[in-house]
């Protein structure tokens, strides 16, 4: 049985077993990739969940259609990152910009414990890192969630964006300092 296998486990005999017609071995790159690709769905689409199970369904849509593609000439997960890349990619074409809407609350009203203090003020920073992250291009945004939400390597990183790795360590280098810049309030 194939199902409930983790990406590490995914074989090329589970790949052809793909390419052949087979559910179970879909269903098990299903579960072994899912939650990453609706990860970077969600944190690319800025939270909307909608957005990311729509990303999500697309890339696994495409991956059954399409999985006679892969020719095995690098990692499948670094395949199946290029559909996310291309899928966030196209929605956030066909999406109208949305404004970011920040609720101000008013920290008097609430109850005077350190503990809720420090709650307030880790979502605060929280929110503050989601709207930086958010608010950087689309170039610029991928390589950080492939990087640090997805932990590919340099590699890895050029591979699913069709890039190089001097222009994914250039990206990096720009997201980061825009980052810095967006956030030195938090300093």
């Given amino acids: 049985m194939v199902a409930g296998l ?3 486990e995914i074989t090329a005999d589970i790949i052809e077993s793909c390419r052949k017609g087979d559910r179970e071995a879909f269903h098990a790159l299903f579960l072994a ?8 769905a969600l944190y690319f689409f800025h939270g909307d969940e909608a957005a990311a199970g729509d990303i999500t369904q697309q890339v696994f849509l495409k ?16 395949w199946l990152y290029r559909l ?4 966030c990619m196209d929605g956030a074409r066909r999406a109208k910009p949305q404004k970011l809407v920040s609720r101000e609350i008013d920290i008097d009203t609430l109850p005077g414990t350190e503990s809720l203090e420090r709650d307030f003020a880790r979502a605060q920073t929280a929110r503050s890192v989601r709207a930086a992250l958010a608010a950087l291009p689309v170039k610029f945004r991928l390589p950080v969630l492939l990087r640090y939400f997805e932990d590919l390597s340099y590699s890895e990183m050029a591979s699913a964006m069709k890039c190089s790795m001097g222009t994914v360590a250039s990206r990096l280098n ?14």
Avoid at 33 to 40: A, E, L, N, P, T
Avoid at 84 to 87: D, G, L, R
């Fill in 84 to 87: 996310v890349v291309n899928a």
């Fill in 33 to 40: 990739y899912k939650d990453k690709v609706y990860s970077i």
């Fill in 63 to 78: 991956l059954l259609l399409g999985i006679g593609q892969f020719r095995n000439e690098a990692d499948f997960s670094t």
């Fill in 174 to 187: 720009r997201a980061h300092k825009m980052l810095a810049e967006k956030l030195e309030f938090l300093r």
């Fill in 6 to 8: 983790s990406d590490r």
